[in-house]
């Protein structure tokens, strides 16, 4: 009996030790200062509109700002979606992705707007610009840029920063652009530039990279070009119609974001445990929803045969995959992680 008491109390303060019985309450934060209390709050209201544009070749931030029935717009950089193949509108968290059905679009502007469909209530950012008033932008103005540099797992991402100059050419058009210090980075681009009051005034697009001196170029810090939503809006929504639109012609695919396992193991930020480390393939890092490949591949497994074929390559799927047609299936076999140890799986796929 004493025994049994004995690893009872071990086993409660182990627990205590690692947070199993933590029966402690969290104490609400209470700011420090009005300015912190304003950017906390302006920040939770507006996050809620801030998407991801999700393409074939990569992403891109967004934002919706408009609702007419289940139809959805969100604004974004025309060079997020060109050439963007079939697009996504990510949420982050466990809501499901939704497909991009139209996309309208001027080069010269940098500016688009994508079109998706659901029956779920979003929430619209009620933007003034958008609707035709004009926002004041000034030099000196803090401005917030959210989006999702890098990757997904930096999901609405903010940083902070000052307006530098409330007016710079873009694209050889003067006064399309606020310079401001907020840092952007790949994956940010189509994302929405905020000031204090939570007003919507640019669409986030570009940093300078570098800087030419005469012993050579040096890193740019904190020169980040928006698109000024007032021009924006003047140039391109103030006329933006349904005429203006084109579809999106869905493709058959298998639904899968694929890395060749190389390129998989260099990237230090990968689990280099999650795949075995002598064998060639194709490793899954991401998964659309819309596909049936969800309903069976997860994320990390290693893609080494489809159809009884050796995969190596990400172009050894490509082959697989030639003149394909809705309804096809395909055996995929993936070696998975399952207890530790890698077992070998087998699963048919349809194109859908």
């Known amino acids: ?62 934002l919706i700002y408009k609702q007419v029935g289940n139809v959805y717009y969100a604004i974004t950089n025309q060079h997020v979606v060109e050439d963007g193949g079939e697009m996504s509108i990510y949420f982050g968290g466990n809501r499901e992705e939704i497909a991009v059905t139209k996309v309208a679009s001027n080069a010269l502007l940098d500016v688009a707007v994508v079109q998706f469909e659901t029956e779920d209530q979003l929430v619209v950012y009620e933007s003034k610009a ?51 210090d907020a840092e952007l980075n790949p994956g940010n681009s189509g994302g929405p530039l905020f000031n204090l009051n939570g007003e919507f005034i640019g669409i986030n697009v570009a940093k300078i990279p570098s800087i030419a001196t005469e012993t050579g170029s040096i890193a740019a810090e904190g020169l980040n070009y928006s698109l000024n939503i007032n ?48 064998t060639a393939g194709v490793v899954i890092i991401g998964l659309d929803e819309t596909r049936d490949a969800i309903n069976y591949l997860e994320i990390n497994d290693l893609i080494i045969k489809m159809n009884g074929n050796t995969i190596s390559t990400i172009a050894d799927i490509g082959a697989e995959l030639i003149d394909a047609e809705f309804g096809d299936t395909h055996l995929v076999t993936v070696l998975r992680k399952v207890n530790g140890e890698f ?7 349809t194109l859908s």
């Open 343 to 349: 077992v070998e799986l087998t699963f048919t796929i």
């Open 231 to 278: 021009e924006i809006y003047f140039r391109f929504l103030s006329t933006l119609d349904e005429s203006d639109f084109t579809q999106i012609e869905r493709r058959p695919r298998l639904g899968v974001t694929v890395q060749d396992s190389t390129v998989f193991l260099e990237n230090p930020e990968n689990d280099a445990n999650a795949i075995p480390g002598n």
């Open 130 to 180: 958008v609707n035709g008033e004009k926002i004041e932008i000034i030099r000196g103005q803090d401005v917030y840029a959210i989006g999702t540099p890098e990757n997904l797992n930096k999901f609405n991402y903010v940083t902070q920063g000052v307006i530098a100059m409330s007016s710079f050419p873009y694209n050889g058009i003067e006064d399309l652009a606020i310079m401001h």
């Open 1 to 62: 009996m004493k025994k049994i008491v004995s690893l009872l109390i071990l086993f409660l303060a182990l627990s205590v030790l690692t947070g199993c019985f933590d029966t402690r309450s969290t104490v609400p934060y209470e700011s420090p200062s009005t300015y912190e209390s304003m950017r906390i709050e302006m920040i939770a209201e507006v996050s809620p509109s801030v998407i991801a544009v999700k393409t074939e070749s990569g992403h891109g931030s967004g």
